[in-house]
């Protein structure tokens, strides 16, 4: 009879929106939660019964009361009181993991009374990943959805080459990204002193942006390993950071037909295909446990 | 036989960045540019005779071509330059309509020498479209994905009821929505005083915002209309306003069941249904030029 | 003040599936329903009174009720309840609009009795659009999605040549095309006899799907004039057809560095710049209703 | 210093299209080919030095040549023909994993001469993943967006309810996904006889929609482990399969407010959140080497 392996379920991508009053100023946490369980399941799978099963709604409703029960002071924290929930209070289930994806707003100026009004910001989507077996915390914190650029201070040359290239050398290119990261962080343990989450978002963030920004680029394999060890090296809450990152690539349009000289000032941007470049980054003595391949959500 | 009706041809989704050097500071713009030409076409239609067809290639080659020679001030004033190009230079095209999405990028500071980093803003999408057909312009610029949200000072009640009625109506509730607008200028010719397009886009947008915090809503039609007053009122240089605004629906999520009172609290972000509310403002005494279901390019 | 002009509000994307039984044997429409509905809301808008406004909320509600109520035939039928529904129920309501996309599915064999397994198509998306002012309706039904290919039988030259005008001749290309499709039915009066929308629906595919095959093609243009003729001339119940059809480009890779000859057998399929060929097809002596601009709900 | 770990390179998303002329008979292979690179890449990560690189424009030459030069039989000897040469052709790479996307086309009949006339199927998309090391094959193919239904045959009670459970038991609901699968290959050796790829492939979706048809389900969970244990049953060459099934809700509409009964006929299709139901089956004494999370490519 074939065997059940590693399974797990819960309910997906519940959308909640928090708002907490400050008098007449409001403050709004905006995320997308998703809830994965698992542990004694495999009568459901083997005849259906749902004799262990805390139906899929229970989780989501779960993840509203807490939002009025707990507030939202980071995803993270949010994730954590999720998941610590599930795999105390029920018997039969061992391993919580909660993602989070939480969308950024910022304050519309108001000439009126209060600060109510918001615009999303729009830019990179945070994420945040919590996994608890009911003894270890695992915290992975990422974003998605930058889109960064150099306009100059990139080459690439000095490459091998097969029958099959054809790519010319180029000594001054745009280098430009999607940056798609996940860091892990080093807080395992409910008697270790919790890092500040939203500070270390921030302060993460600042140095991937700065390091994109200064590195002199000769590949984009060498860019991501800036990227990373920068946060490793300014940031001791962190052993371990994996980038995928799209090279997206502008190429020079060639206006020599046209009597046009195209001095690095036209470019077409391009769609598919295109170099994915993906790496991780570790603290010099830490195990890598981020996957190879970053989940979408 | 079958008679051939209204009919345009073109590159669409031209992908274009061009970057200015001024010293080590650069300057990027980045558009995707749709052309749409039609005129003297029968032929091609019935019997395929290529005769008055411009390739759509080549018009990809003069979005290019014209990023070089003219440069991009802005995406109205560049349209303006190609769809003058295709209608003057062709006798068989009588009228070209170009359409142009613009993606905002801000800097990254950069602690090395030079300013050559950017990360994509992320927020709206900014829209032009430039329609001329050898004697008069039409020129409508808009923006779309620009996501905001009032937390309180909004209501609806008051509302018919029939059978099929079971809303309750609501005294405090989340008002959002994701703006979709285009407006329309009442610069035509050649001969008047063309308006700073960069400019007014930045105004159009700030009222835009404003309008939005600052209504008191019994109705997203009444915060529709303000936001279009507001704009009409305050810029000389448009006449015409249509915005589509789905009614992106906040819910607050019963808690009772868990012992727990939700006051305005936790609130639940759904998808679909949608409320969709569209609207034209306009200047008084001027006439409605644009189409009641808006283009998505 | 500024001047209030066209509007119209309601709920969008109401996903409604309808199973009707036949003792074991179950069938299933599956539709996602946009009401949109126009009269006299000027106070809405400019005092935000809902005292004509029937909620978003209830056209919803409409949606479901009418599913159990009239059953979904087809589209276009349920559409017509609906529209008739809103305007002769409502007195400030004149006019009602309701767009339905439609996904199809096909059912999977199943050894156990009954049948009611089933397996989404995922061809093109059918649409139907059904407005209604009290008098008059207009049918416009149509398609999205749905991809075709020639692998020869379509030539590309004879054209214009500009100075900005590189692409060589073709004399055996591929053509491939995304077609969006809409037409209008003739029928607009409850005294006329009503089409059989279903048999209708099939025979339009399958004409459009053979003129494209069947068309040595010199321009896309050449391909989209015949598509649409050919449904005029085949099917006495519509009058006029609108495409647009964005050119799909396939082109052949240059394998000529590598010592090998492309025969026409290998091609890099293109995501964007894409040709795109938008034209109206009409019964002689029809005059043309459809938007320039084919909505994509 | 910071540490470089597992990492990778490549081009993703090389769209390919292959035709085959059998006299006037052509077929079409539609790819989207992604090539993963690993091996001794550690200088560009640390000091951008790409004297290990084959660059990712090679690896996208290398595909559209061996399209020509190989053919492209399936997806999967594709893959195994591109894998072997990056590994055996160049000696900093260590290992070669390629990952394809196909669509599938089926004839539009035409009256004309030769058949050359395609229409793209759009249910599912096929899937395969190859990897090499030199020395062993593991080949993973799989498919994601096929959308199942049954209308009655399911059930779900008898789970746990805690403070948080509010969902009513149902003795007949519909059971509807969106399945995606992933299955392993215990071919991994030049040595072994290969397996038929296009008839495995044509076997394991029979099998997994007969599963789903014909299981009374009383679980989402139930249901997929009889769709993993009929492939592993019946097809020899799988030794395990994964799962990712996310249940999408039809909810009954309460008609009851408007004096209707609905007796399981109208649906509410929603869009999020949804319950979300992974797991892997494998063959008894086999080991799991599917990752948890499916990749989306």
Redesign the interface.
Known sequence: ????????????????????RDGAT?H?K?LNV?V?LSGD?DE???????????????T???V??F???HGIESAEQFGIHLARHFVT??E?IHRARVRVEEYA?ER?????E?A?????????TRLAQITYDGEKWEIVSGLK?????????SE????????????PEAYDR?LATEVSGRWRFNWTDDEQQMPDWETSYEQVKKHM??A???TY???L??T??AM??RI??HRDEID?I?FSL??KH?FL?D?E??G?K?D?????????????????????GCE?RI???L??L
Chains 1, 2, 3, 4 share one sequence.
């Open positions: 009879m074939p065997i059940l392996g590693q399974n797990q379920y819960g309910k997906a991508e519940n959308r909640v929106v928090r708002v907490t409001h709004i905006d998703s994965s399941m459901v799978h083997y005849s259906g019964s749902n004799a262990n099963v805390l139906p899929t709604d229970t989501k409703n779960t509203y009361a939002a009025k029960e209070s029920q039969p707003w519309i100026e108001n000439s009126g209060g109510h009004s918001f615009v999303r910001k729009g830019q990179e959805d930058l889109v960064v650029m150099n306009s100059t201070n690439f040359w000095g490459y091998v080459k097969d029958k099959y290239t054809t790519l745009i942006l700065q994109f920004a200064e680029s000769l590949s394999q060498q991501l390993y990373g060890a490793v090296d371990e994996r799209p090279n502008h349009v206006l037909s046209f046009l195209n690095n000032e036209v470019y077409f941007a391009a769609d598919r295909p295109y170099g994915l470049i993906e790496a991780t980054v570790l603290r010099d890598a996957p190879v391949d989940s979408n």
